[in-house]
């Protein structure tokens, strides 16, 4: 597209309506600056005529010409006045206007995201939630996970309860204070929340408090609680997808990728596996387990699955037992790695049987609105193994559950697994994805990076669970790239029209080309802002989120008072810990 003439000749046109323009300019201000300073001033209201003479009295200063008496600093200091009153308005306006015009083209606009926001939202709420039936005002909460403000201006957009998400994010991006604290504080149902620091559980405890029943899962001494509940880990093992799921959730604890399991890792899950079976089915302690672990050449659960009528497995478990000594204690040993952990009597304590505290009942909390923290620490010694198993159990109950009320748990259970990589290694997590949204499990996986991930679930489990997550979102300092450089293809490129200015000596000449660039350049999304981040929802184009970080909400000075008063608590708890410690040690 060209078009051809002299560049004098092009703006020639515009000279006199520029000019006539200009005037108007100077003149609007000193008319009614001038008018409303007369007004003001006690010269009365004596608007001057819309004429040359007028025009030229005000530029030239001759402004008793037209308001007799009166000083013509007030003038000119009410044409400022207006002048400076109008330019705030104007400037925020011009902001927003060149800011939508940066915004990169080609994101989701709003009309797209409408099923994220306001009656969109809510519809979809109506139709997943049969409770909300006869509702007739439901608050914003009830109707979907608050994400983030659409940038630049909002709205704010909402997932529904049947999508499940996966967040990633730089260490200090906002996981927690932007993604999990304001989920767990907004959960209409209950909650699950795994993590490897006290920071969610201080700022949200009081708060749940007051909706429900608080169980907090400590056995590392994370937030220094006192035990005050016991799961029994082998409840769910009476079956062998029970047991074989318990000991996968070992086995993940100690090896980094799922998908590779070498001879040992595999036996030795086989074997935890014939053990949980034959404890839960027998009555048996966990404690009478890890002594048949120390011990290969006990036949006690052998006999046990025999008594039990799982003769394969108690054949299975006694080819292993009656093996080579050397591949036996080599399987043996490796299972007893994985369960390492159990020897801390601390953690053994809230797995076990206790008649003076009150047992966690996994069918009864996904019925009500409580909440349960799991706190573990990450790396060698840590509980990840039992906490991947109780929020594993939680899951399965809440998909139970859901089958007998028609499909949905409702309200639905909101289970957040922050640190997943670390301490909440679920192996078939990629699996269970793909159908807990549709149960009313509204899962939130919140990662470092897709790398850490791939180190847990392998690349297929890694893919898999990106590719059933409904809600992705990426946040600051993602710096795989790899990664990086796929996100952007999958945002897509868009059209940029380029105009060209050439001379020649015929004149000169203007013409316009397209290319393809691409929305979000790899770089733009590495350098994603802190609180910010890019949502990508399934069937619409992506767009570009800002988080809504608890301590900015309006009831964040009651909520920050309570964390104080919690984080005082813990302070008050660890001291006391540390004096009983350093006595035994020196008594
Ligand atoms: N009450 C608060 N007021 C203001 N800023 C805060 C508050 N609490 C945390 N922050 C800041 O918010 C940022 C994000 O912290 P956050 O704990 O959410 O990060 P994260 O992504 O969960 O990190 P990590 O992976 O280390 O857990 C940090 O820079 C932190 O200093
Ligand atoms: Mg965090």
New binding site residues.
């Given amino acids: 597209m060209s078009r051809q003439g002299g560049m004098g000749g092009e703006f020639l046109p515009w000279l006199i309506p520029g000019f006539a323009a200009l005037n108007v300019v100077i003149f609007v201000p000193l008319w009614l600056g001038g008018t409303l300073a007369a007004l003001l001033s006690g010269y009365g209201w004596q608007p001057p005529p819309f004429t040359l003479d007028a025009y030229i009295s005000l530029v030239s200063g001759n402004t008793g010409k037209i308001w007799p008496g009166m000083p013509s600093y007030l003038v000119y200091g009410g044409a400022v006045a207006l002048v400076l009153l109008g330019i705030s308005p104007a400037a925020l306006l011009v902001r927003r206007v060149v800011r939508r015009l940066r915004e990169p083209r080609s994101l989701a606009r709003p009309s797209e995201l409408s099923a994220m926001m306001g009656k969109g939202i809510e519809a979809r709420a109506r139709d997943l939630r049969p409770a909300l039936k006869d509702v007739a005002q439901l608050s914003p909460d009830d109707t979907g996970n608050l994400l983030g403000d659409l940038m630049p201006a909002g709205p704010e957009l909402r997932s529904s309860y049947e999508d499940v998400e996966l967040d990633l ?10 993604i ?1 604290i304001p989920r767990v504080l907004r959960a209409p149902g209950p909650v699950l929340l795994t993590s490897n ?1 006290s ?1 969610v559980f201080t700022v949200t405890r009081q708060e749940r408090m007051k909706v429900g029943r608080v169980w907090t899962f400590d056995p590392q001494g994370i937030a220094y609680t006192e035990r005050e509940m016991w799961w029994d880990m082998l409840s769910g093992c009476d079956t062998i997808e029970g047991a074989r799921r318990l000991a996968g959730h070992f086995v993940s604890s100690v090896n980094d990728d799922s998908s590779k399991k070498d001879f040992w890792i595999a036996a030795a899950q086989n074997t935890l596996t014939a053990l949980f079976l034959a404890a839960s089915r027998s009555g048996s302690s966990v404690n009478e387990l890890l002594a048949w672990l120390a011990d290969p050449a006990d036949r006690t659960p052998v006999d046990l699955l025999r008594d039990v009528g799982m003769t394969a497995m108690a054949d299975q478990l006694q080819g292993t037992v009656r093996g080579a000594v050397e591949t036996r204690d080599g399987i043996y040993e490796t299972a007893r790695q994985c369960v390492a952990c159990l020897l801390d009597p601390e953690i053994l304590a809230w797995v076990s049987p206790d008649p003076d505290l009150p047992e966690f009942i996994p069918d009864q909390h996904v019925l009500g609105r409580d909440t349960l923290y799991l706190l573990s620490k990450d790396g060698g010694g840590s509980a990840a193994g039992v906490i991947a198993g109780l929020a594993d159990a939680i899951i399965r109950a809440g998909v139970v559950a859901a089958e007998r009320m028609g499909g949905r748990l409702d309200p639905p259970m909101t289970a957040i697994l922050d ?1 997943a990589a670390n301490v909440c290694r679920i192996s078939d997590l990629p699996d269970l994805y793909s159908h807990l949204g549709s149960r009313g499990i509204s899962v939130v996986t919140l990662l ?1 990076s897709y790398r850490q991930g791939v180190r847990v679930w392998g690349e297929p489990g890694m893919d898999a669970l990106w590719s059933a997550a409904t809600i992705k979102l990426l946040g600051a300092g993602l710096d795989d790239a790899d990664f990086v450089d796929k996100v952007a293809r999958l945002v897509g490129q868009h059209d940029v029209r380029t105009p060209t200015y050439s001379r020649s000596k015929d004149g000169s000449s203007r013409s316009v080309s397209y290319r393809q660039e691409q929305v979000l350049p790899a770089d733009k999304i590495r350098a994603l802002p ?1 609180g910010t981040a890019l949502l990508l929802a399934t069937g619409v184009r992506p767009a570009l989120i800002r988080l809504r ?1 608890w ?1 900015k909400e309006a009831n964040a000075a009651a909520i ?1 008072a309570a964390a104080k008063a919690e984080v005082q608590a813990i302070t008050d708890r660890a001291a006391a810990s540390w004096s009983r410690r350093e006595s035994r040690r020196v008594g």
């Fill in positions: 994010m730089a260490p200090r991006a906002g996981k927690s204070t932007g999990a620091k920071d640190e470092q802190k970080p301590y920050s």
